[in-house]
């Protein structure tokens, strides 16, 4: 990411995607999960139908792979840092991978799609033929926050 000279930026947030479960939450849903499948699974194996023990774990390991990835997802966020005469937006994939996006602050219009009862569901950045979509994991009421916070940013920025 260029480094700026200007002491402070006219606006800079870190945008993340919210996740209430933590790993140590993760394994305590997954224990739940793996005990409460032991005693319908050791029911059916006495009953003589011990192949549904399998199917029973198999639902276990597809929950864990369900957590496990949607915990990994969590890790994508984006840094939105506005200058006077720049706008950079630096998105980090759950991968750690950096993509750094720079705009001209007027040439860049901020785009603010809503739904028919009028809450936010989408934020754009777009400069020309570049539409790129701002903070896509966030909540309405996140994607609310930050375009009143940043538009008027941006329009300080032009002025």
């Known amino acids: ?19 209430s479960l933590t790993p140590r939450g993760k394994r305590v849903v997954i224990a739940l999960v793996a005990a409460l499948a032991l005693v319908p699974g050791f029911v059916f194996y006495v009953a003589g139908a011990w192949p549904v023990v399998g199917f029973m774990g198999l639902d276990v ?9 949607s915990m990994r997802s969590g890790r994508a966020y984006e840094v ?8 950079e937006l ?16 007027f040439n860049v219009r901020f785009v ?5 009862n009028e809450r936010v569901t989408g934020l754009w950045l777009k400069e020309r033929e570049r539409k790129v979509p701002l903070g896509a994991f966030l909540s ?9 916070v940043f538009g008027s940013a941006l329009r300080k920025a032009r002025a």
């Open 1 to 19: 990411m260029p480094t700026k000279t200007q002491a402070k930026p006219l606006f800079a947030a870190t945008l993340t995607p919210h996740r």
């Open 90 to 105: 630096k998105r980090v994939d759950p991968k750690g991978q950096e993509d750094v996006l720079s705009f001209e602050p």
């Open 61 to 69: 390991l597809a929950i864990w792979a369900a957590l496990t990835i």
């Open 140 to 148: 309405t009421d996140e994607k609310l926050s930050l375009s009143k």
């Open 112 to 116: 603010i799609d809503r739904d028919f």
């Open 80 to 87: 939105l840092t506005l200058w006077p005469g720049a706008l």
